[in-house]
C-alpha cells in the first residue's frame, strides 16, 4: 500500500478539518484485471481516506478523478473519468477505473495500451464538487498489460512446461489492512430475576449538615442492644452513655448517674438590683453576683428554679445582702427555706448556695458565708 500525499490545502469537511499541504494522505492499493480469454474493462482501485493526523475519514462522500496520460506523467490524456463515491466506516473506498462517467473524447476500451508507457494521475475533491486535488501521477507497470493482451494478435502454439524454477526468497510482510466490519450484536440474554430490596440508605441516614422530617418517636441517635454509646473526637473517647443509662465525660467507666473526671465550671452572670429585690428572675444562671445597692438591701426571692437546679449567689456590693426567709413579698415557688427559719445577713464579697425542690416549691439554703 502506497501514500499520495495532497499537495495544496483544502477543507475535506465543513468546520472539521483543514488538509494542509504535505500533511494528509490517501493510503491506496490499485489491482490489475484478470487475467482471461477476455479480460474485463476496468482497473481495480482501493483507498483509505485519512486527515492530517492520520485518521481515517469515516462516512464522507467525495469525487474521484482518474486521467490516464501517454509517454510521460505530462503527456496526452488518453482517457478521464468521475467517480463519486462514501467512505466507510474505516475511511475505505472502493472504485473501479473504466466504470466512471466519462469526461474524455475517448472511452477506456479505446485506449492503445501497446503505444508506450501509461501514466495515471489521481484527484480528488472531498467536498465532492469540482474542486479537485491532485494526488501525485504514477507509471502504471503492470495492469495496463493484461488489457494489452486483449489485443495483441494470435497466439502462438503453447511450448512444453520449463523446468521449475528455484524458490525465491520471501519478500517483505506487508502493511496491515484495514480494520474488518463489526459482526452484528448477538442476542440479548433472558434478563435475570430481580434482587431483594435493599434498606433506603437516604431513610436510615443521618446528615452531617443537620436533619430535617424527623419522628421523635421512632427516630434517634444510640443503639438498639445492650451495648454502651461511645463520642470520640480526634480518634478518641470522650463521652460515653453505657448500658445501664450512666454518663461519663473524660471516664470509660461511670459510677454515677453523671461521672465526670476532671474540672466543671459554671459561668457567672452579672444582675443589677437598686434596693430590695423579690423574684429576681434568674433565667438559665447557675452563678450570680449581686450588684447595684448602694445601702443595704433585702432579697425575698429567685424566679426560674427547676428541680434539683444549683443556685450560687454573691453579694458584689459594698453593702449587706439580706435574706428574707419565706418572704411574701415573692410568690410562694420563688421564695426561701433558710437555716433555722430566720433571716440571714450575708456581708460584702459573702455568698450563699440555694438548691431548688419542685416537690415543695422553694429554694433551700444549703451553704453560706459570711465574711
Not at 504535505?22 to 485519512?50: H, K
Request: hydrophobic share 40%; aromatic share 8%; with cysteine.
Amino acid at each position: 500500500m502506497k501514500k499520495l500525499i495532497l499537495i495544496s490545502a483544502i477543507l475535506l469537511l465543513p468546520s472539521l478539518l483543514a488538509i494542509v499541504a504535505g500533511n494528509s494522505s490517501f493510503s491506496e492499493r490499485a489491482g490489475g484485471a484478470c487475467f482471461a480469454q477476455v479480460p474485463p474493462e476496468g482497473i481495480n482501485y482501493q483507498a483509505v481516506a485519512r486527515d492530517n493526523s492520520g485518521t481515517a475519514i469515516s462516512n464522507a462522500y467525495l469525487k474521484v478523478r482518474f486521467t490516464i496520460r501517454e509517454l510521460t506523467a505530462f503527456g496526452t490524456v488518453v482517457f478521464r473519468e468521475i467517480h463519486e463515491d462514501t467512505t466507510n466506516l474505516y475511511g475505505l473506498f472502493t472504485l473501479v477505473i473504466g466504470k466512471g462517467t466519462l469526461v474524455s473524447t475517448d472511452s477506456f476500451s479505446a485506449i492503445n495500451w501497446e503505444n508506450g508507457s501509461k501514466y495515471l494521475e489521481v484527484e480528488i475533491d472531498t467536498l465532492g464538487g469540482t474542486s479537485f486535488i491532485s494526488m501525485g501521477t504514477t507509471q502504471m507497470m503492470s495492469v495496463p498489460y493484461a488489457l494489452y493482451a486483449k489485443k495483441s494478435g494470435t497466439q502462438a502454439t503453447t511450448g512444453s512446461t520449463g523446468l521449475t524454477g528455484s524458490t525465491g526468497s520471501t519478500g517483505a510482510t506487508g502493511s496491515i489492512g484495514a480494520t474488518g466490519w463489526s459482526g452484528s450484536t448477538g442476542t440479548a440474554g433472558t434478563t435475570g430475576s430481580t434482587g431483594a430490596t435493599g434498606a433506603d440508605g437516604a431513610l436510615n441516614a443521618w446528615s452531617l449538615t443537620g436533619n430535617v422530617g424527623t419522628n421523635g418517636g421512632i427516630n434517634f441517635i444510640g443503639s438498639s442492644d445492650n451495648v454502651s454509646l461511645r463520642f470520640r473526637t480526634n480518634n478518641t473517647e470522650k463521652m460515653i452513655i453505657d448500658s445501664l443509662g450512666k454518663v461519663g465525660i473524660g471516664t470509660a467507666s461511670p459510677n454515677t448517674r453523671v461521672d465526670i473526671s476532671g474540672d466543671v465550671a459554671t459561668r457567672e452572670s452579672n444582675i443589677t438590683v437598686s434596693g430590695n429585690s423579690n423574684n429576681i428572675a434568674i433565667g438559665n444562671s447557675t452563678f450570680i453576683r449581686i450588684t447595684g445597692p448602694t445601702a443595704n438591701f433585702d432579697v425575698t426571692g429567685f424566679a426560674g428554679g427547676v428541680d434539683g437546679k444549683i443556685l450560687i449567689v454573691a453579694n458584689y456590693t459594698n453593702y449587706s445582702m439580706i435574706l428574707r426567709y419565706l418572704d411574701s413579698a415573692s410568690l410562694p415557688i420563688n421564695q426561701l427555706i433558710l437555716n433555722g427559719s430566720v433571716d440571714i445577713t450575708i456581708n460584702k464579697n459573702g455568698g450563699a448556695i440555694f438548691i431548688y425542690s419542685a416537690a415543695i416549691g422553694k429554694w433551700f439554703l444549703v451553704g453560706n458565708s459570711k465574711p
